[in-house]
């Protein structure tokens, strides 16, 4: 089964300040999802990577899929509070099924 | 469109209760999933449904029941609860196979904790 390993696990910046979060995946990426979950809410679909290569932008994140590396990054520039929250990494399976990455945790401090 | 509705939203049981979670979309999705959300470890999935009458195991299936007797609705039953199922639980649809790869879009989760 393939896995997905995110780092960090949790991240403190300063408002304004940018910052990446890595996935990395132990078999080939064929397509990779990205979500956010605001505390006590359910899963918001950020964007989805389907080629290696492949370079989205969602406001002020973008996610980029490098298949050589088995690995996608998200970057965040000039964060802001609203980007406090859980970023996972997923990919999908069989049936649409999807395998997370244990998440990561960002704190935003005003 | 409510999109992923979930009910209810808390829940506290004690040790060897049971209850069932209800999951409604009004999407038509074909599929539908349930995951549960553990500190450091992400969203495993429990057991998924890929249509009206069909369910099969996920990934965390042991302690869990469901059943998709609607397109609609997918409902997860604890049959005895215990305390390694305190957890916060997703519910997901997504569109059947139609070329391409189709996001999940999930409920608000349902907190529950075993006493």
């Known amino acids: 089964s393939q896995e997905l390993e995110q780092s960090p696990q949790s991240l403190i910046v300063q408002e304004g300040k940018n910052l990446t979060i890595n996935c990395t995946s132990s078999?080939?990426?064929?397509?990779l999802y990205w979500y956010k979950q605001k505390y006590g809410e359910g899963l918001i679909f950020l964007m989805m990577?389907?080629?290696?290569?492949e370079e989205k932008s969602h406001e002020k994140i973008t996610a980029k899929l490098d298949e050589k590396k088995q690995q996608s990054s998200l970057h965040i520039t000039a964060s802001q509070p609203s980007h406090a929250g859980i970023y996972l990494c997923?990919?999908?399976?069989?049936?649409?099924?999807?395998?997370f990455g244990q998440g990561t945790i960002l704190t935003v401090h005003p | 469109n409510a999109g992923v509705t979930q009910t209810p939203k808390f829940r506290v049981l004690k040790t060897g209760q049971s209850m069932t979670l209800l999951c409604a979309q009004d999407?038509?999705?074909?599929?539908m999933y349930w995951y549960r959300q553990d500190p450091g470890m992400g969203l495993r999935l429990i057991h998924y449904?890929?249509?009206?009458?069909?369910?099969a195991k996920g990934e965390v299936p042991d302690g869990y029941n469901v059943s998709r007797l609607k397109k609609q609705n997918f409902l997860l039953g604890l049959e005895s609860a215990a305390p390694s199922q305190t957890s916060v639980y997703f519910c997901a649809s997504r569109p059947g196979t139609s070329g391409g790869l189709n996001e999940q879009f999930f409920g608000p989760g349902t907190r529950l904790t075993v006493l």
């Open positions: 999407m038509n999705h074909e599929y």
């Open positions: 997923g990919v999908g399976t069989s049936y649409g099924k999807l395998t």
């Open positions: 078999k080939t990426l064929y397509g």
């Open positions: 990577l389907q080629k290696g290569g």
């Open positions: 449904s890929v249509g009206e009458g069909t369910t």
